[in-house]
């Protein structure tokens, strides 16, 4: 909490009363329905300054009085309750063979989740830009159709996205040097919100750090399973980025030297030998499919009833996947570990493998108290946190200033 830095330099007053409107949003986030008294009590701040960051909150739509009192001596008190419901911020994520899309309010409620089939592979980058525009363009519609403003579009991208939504490299969509942002900004006709462009493993663990079973853990590590692998990494509470934004491409330590060559032209990398393209063309039955999910439904049918050759190739994925978790633990040290994407529903049958491997391979005592699990938000997160990058900016100062005339919220339907 920065109330104002006295002596040194003047505070800047825009920016103090910024922090301190994030510092009250924040509070009741975690602790609603609270009164402004509570506020006042537990931040720190003068019950004057929060009578008046409360007021303007509340202007912003952003918090609401309910009608309950605190149970206390004394005169009652209006309780504070997070409103949020007229803004959305809405994530997509564009995979080899499926797009996603969610919208989620300010205070967590998810008000859509949509997949479509998307044949990645055989999509140049200008046709995937009109599949993403499209997709987007119609949660927009939806969103604004219910009355609510949109905060951001947060597009995740399975490959390295560097600054200005540039797709570096994706190679398991064929793409190298894809201006995607801007691309999309054009597409969507320059939108009044912003759109951004992130590695989807990233978007995942600002997810998993948000709102998955393990939210709040301060060193946490997502590892997604789809065609590639991928990790985002959040360090001491923050997402761990890089120089460039390129972190966290574990999928492509080479594990195997002699191994099939990957989409990033390289030979025996691990998503090359244990993702799950890989494990569809070991044990599939058809040919290079282009939608994996119901590939993925057959073997874990085909591994329930104990086919052999299925639960030995989920073994061996488990045990490349523990390797590059020991890795990740003697690198980073994470606390937890989620496995996210398609070894979510593969999980039962890799992840002994996996923690053995672990523990194996990791020099700390215990893993260095590393856990691994399944991630419970299944295949929507990185689109879930595509909305909680935006989400978490807003909780971080960035407070949107409604464009509508307000109440009622619904008044303005059908008019946009
Ligand atoms: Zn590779």
């Not at 200008?126 to 604004?144: D, F, H, M, S, W």
């Not at 040097?177 to 939108?191: G, T």
């Amino acid at each position: 909490m920065i109330t104002s830095q006295a002596g040194q330099q003047p505070a800047d007053f825009t920016d103090v009363r910024a922090t301190n409107l994030a510092v009250v949003l924040r509070y009741i986030r975690a602790n609603a329905p609270c009164s402004r008294a509570t506020i006042a009590a537990s931040t720190g701040l003068n019950k004057a300054t929060v009578s008046s960051l409360v007021a303007e909150l509340i202007d912003r739509r952003l918090l609401r009085e309910t009608g309950l009192t605190e149970n206390r001596i004394g005169r009652p008190a209006t309780m504070l309750v997070l409103d949020g419901a007229a803004y959305a911020a809405i994530g997509l994520e564009v995979n080899t063979d499926h797009l996603t899309v969610v919208a989620i309010d300010l205070a967590g409620e998810r008000l859509l989740s949509w997949r479509r089939a998307f044949a990645g592979r055989r999509s140049s980058p200008a046709r995937a830009v009109t599949a993403v525009a499209a997709l987007a363009r119609r949660a927009v519609t939806k969103v604004l159709a219910e009355g609510r403003e949109v905060l951001g579009l947060t597009v995740g991208v399975a490959g390295l996205v560097g600054a200005g939504g540039v797709v570096r490299l994706a190679p398991n969509l064929g793409w190298r040097d894809v201006k995607l942002r801007d691309a999309l900004v054009q597409a969507l006709d320059e939108p009044d919100y912003p759109v951004e462009v992130e590695n989807e493993a990233n978007l995942a663990a600002r997810a998993e750090f948000r709102y998955g079973a393990d939210a709040g853990v301060a060193n946490l590590v997502y590892l997604n399973g789809q065609a590639g692998v991928g990790a985002g990494i959040i360090a001491d509470g923050q997402l761990l980025r890089g120089g460039l934004g390129y972190s966290g491409e574990i999928g492509h330590v080479r594990v195997q030297p002699d191994g099939p060559v990957c989409g990033c032209g390289r030979r025996g990398c691990l998503e090359a030998v244990a993702g799950i393209r890989a494990l569809v063309a070991r044990v599939g039955t058809g040919p290079d499919p282009e939608d994996l999910e119901p590939e993925v439904e057959d073997i874990v049918r085909r591994a329930r009833s104990h086919e052999p050759v299925v639960v030995t190739a989920l073994r061996e994925v488990g045990e490349y996947l523990g390797h590059a978790v020991a890795l990740l633990s003697n690198v980073v040290n994470p606390q937890v570990v989620v496995l996210g994407g398609y070894f979510v529903p593969l999980g039962p049958w890799l992840m002994s493998a996996a923690e053995s491997g672990l523990r194996a391979g990791s020099v700390a005592p215990d893993a260095g108290g590393c856990r691994l699990t399944a991630s419970a938000l299944g295949q929507v997160a990185a689109a879930i946190g595509g909305a909680a990058s935006i989400l978490d900016a807003v909780d971080a100062g960035t407070l949107p200033v409604p464009t509508r005339t307000r109440p009622p919220v619904r008044a303005s339907i059908g008019t946009s």
